[in-house]
């Protein structure tokens, strides 16, 4: 099913997890007037759209940032397809982590070694906390969705907390990534260096993290509002209840509120993305309310593998569309077993933000292998977290990392209106992204 510019799609892998996420394939045929095509990549062959195999096309995988799912690609793909400039098709994939969105709880995945992949942080005896398993199963769930469609390797986008699944996603799968990065509003894990781990380095090699975070954000690490699991539980409820919270608010209201946060230059860009319609209505609200509507089943989704043979459980909550080969999802997203702590999504998201680097096991300068090009943006108005925290980013990632400092950018505004020099890199480097063919098994 196609929503705006992405669409949405469902895999159950092997051992019975599912897995929702969203998919495009931007095409630009300089014969056409229409400028660019944004496809199915499940439904439109190689032989009309595009000279090369699917498998070889330059591939992005996005990372959202903590309260949004997949819909949120969306966003992406609008804003970056009138400024798209490439010879070959460009894939866009982003997946709903675990515990939202009618993905399977990271609670129930069954973390073995991967024979497509580098097992490291990702056997059960290393995932020894709910937060590194729901880390190390998100990633595992992109690969999944990787092989699916034989992608050898992929450039990875995020934004804000998406940081962290990304730059996890680099260190446990690095020979499924270009060495790509692109970064917009990073959220950053606190470097602790009292704490020594196997994959940490001597704290006197680390620069002296500057004061990025907001005090309620340092209130809540160091436990004044309670637990981390206590905290992470609330937090996460609220923005599962984001979908009923803006219904009930005035449309004018809440975007009134949103706007005051915005520089003048994002303002701009807001009446161009949100034009006023003939009520005087931007549509940001219909927008929010789309994207996280997503939040709770997956809504929409078609299945590009069946299962096999569905249990009589299944069989209501599955809708049949064509000869068994796709299946529409109908909201309630799997069996009753797999429901099981599903919507924990939310919650787990804000526990890794909370979290250190050695908590979770992941040092930016030791268990990210050097990348080919780090870029990253970051708002000098950012009252999230601070543009310094990506100053001591760009310095700590191996090989370094290059930094634009968005004049005026706030958190949101950079996040929902990224420059044009973001589009520009996404073009460049997905000309230099195309990969040699390597063979990857298709588990279908």
Not at 213 to 241: D, E, Q, R
Not at 298 to 326: L, R, T
């Amino acid at each position: 099913m196609n929503h705006h510019s992405i669409f949405l799609k469902a895999y159950r892998c092997p051992d019975g997890r599912t897995i929702h996420y969203s998919a495009a394939r931007l095409h630009e045929d300089p014969s056409a007037t229409t400028g660019t095509s944004i496809l199915d990549i499940d439904i439109h062959n190689d032989a009309n759209h595009g000279d090369n195999d699917i498998k070889n096309c330059p591939c992005w995988v996005f990372f959202y940032p903590a309260g949004p799912n997949r819909r949120l690609l969306d966003a992406i793909v609008s804003r970056y397809a009138s400024h798209f400039q490439c010879l070959k098709d460009v894939i866009f994939l982003c997946v709903t982590r675990p515990g939202k969105g009618g993905t399977s709880s990271s609670g129930l995945a069954k973390l073995s070694s991967s024979k497509n992949g580098n097992s490291k942080d990702a056997d059960n005896e290393n995932c020894n906390t709910r937060e590194k398993l729901h880390v190390a199963t998100a990633c595992r769930d992109v690969v999944a969705i990787l092989d699916h469609y034989q992608i050898s390797k992929t450039s990875l986008m995020y934004m804000c907390a998406g940081s962290t699944f990304a730059y996890s996603f680099a260190a446990m799968f690095p020979e499924r990534t270009t060495g790509n990065i692109i970064g917009i509003s990073s959220w950053i894990l606190r470097y602790d260096p009292t704490t020594s781990t196997s994959s940490s380095s001597s704290s006197d090699s680390i620069p002296t993290q500057p004061q990025m975070y907001t005090l309620t954000h340092k209130m809540a690490m160091k436990g004044f509002f309670g637990p981390k699991w206590m905290v992470s539980s609330l937090a996460g409820g609220i923005v599962n209840s984001a979908t009923g919270l803006l219904s009930m608010l005035p449309k004018d209201f809440a975007e009134g509120r949103f706007q005051k946060c915005l520089s003048d230059r994002e303002k701009s860009e807001w009446e161009k993305q949100f034009p006023k319609t003939d009520e005087e209505k931007s549509g940001f609200i219909d927008v929010m309310n789309w994207i996280h509507a997503d939040g709770e089943s997956g809504v929409g989704s078609v299945f590009v593998n069946a299962p096999a043979s569905p249990s009589e459980e299944e069989k209501g909550d599955y809708e049949a569309v064509g000869c068994n080969i796709h299946i529409h999802c109908n909201g309630s997203g799997g069996t009753p077993a797999e429901n099981t702590e599903r919507n924990d999504g939310d919650a787990m998201d804000i526990a890794v933000c909370l979290s250190t680097q050695q908590e979770l096991g992941m040092v930016y300068n030791t268990s990210v292998p050097p990348q080919q090009n780090v870029l990253l943006w970051h708002g000098e108005n950012d009252t999230m977290i601070s543009a310094e925290g990506s100053e001591w980013l760009a310095k700590v990632i191996p090989g370094g990392a290059s930094l634009t400092k968005v004049p005026g950018g706030t958190h949101q505004g950079t996040m929902f209106f990224f420059p044009e020099d973001v589009m520009e890199a996404l073009n460049r480097l997905s000309e230099n992204g195309g990969v040699e063919e390597v063979a990857v098994d298709d588990d279908d």
